[in-house]
């Protein structure tokens, strides 16, 4: 059964990190492009990070850029995104998706004081 898990989201003080990994199984994380998504209550899904096969391009949506890094650790079939200067605005759902045909079920992050 192919499937995304993603983890490590919960709650955090403004200006703290998180570090949200997404898990591949049934499958081979290194032959994908994959993103990072997040989604906000009321809001539609947007874009956050992506990283190309091999990890030497990525993209990142101006609201993160400079505070967010994606990588990859394909011998541990996993993406990571690492989040810094954590802001209220970055709280949502954040969902990985390989070649945006696969999509984890998200991990929540909260961004509170």
């Known amino acids: 059964q192919l499937q995304l898990v993603e983890s490590g989201g919960g709650l955090v003080q403004p200006g703290g990190s998180l570090r949200l990994s997404c898990v591949a199984s049934?499958?081979?994380?290194?032959?994908?492009?994959m993103a990072w998504f997040r989604q906000a209550p009321g809001k539609e899904r947007e874009a956050v990070s992506c990283?190309?096969?091999?990890?030497?391009?990525?993209n990142y949506a101006d609201s993160v850029k400079g505070r967010f890094t994606i990588s990859r650790g394909n011998a541990k079939n996993t993406v990571y995104l690492q989040m810094n200067s954590l802001k209220p605005e970055d709280t949502a759902v954040y969902l990985c998706?390989?070649?945006?045909?696969?999509w984890g079920q998200g991990t929540q992050v909260t961004v509170s004081s």
């Open positions: 998706s390989a070649d945006d045909r696969y």
């Open positions: 049934g499958f081979f994380l290194d032959a994908y492009y």
């Open positions: 990283i190309s096969t091999v990890g030497n391009r990525k």
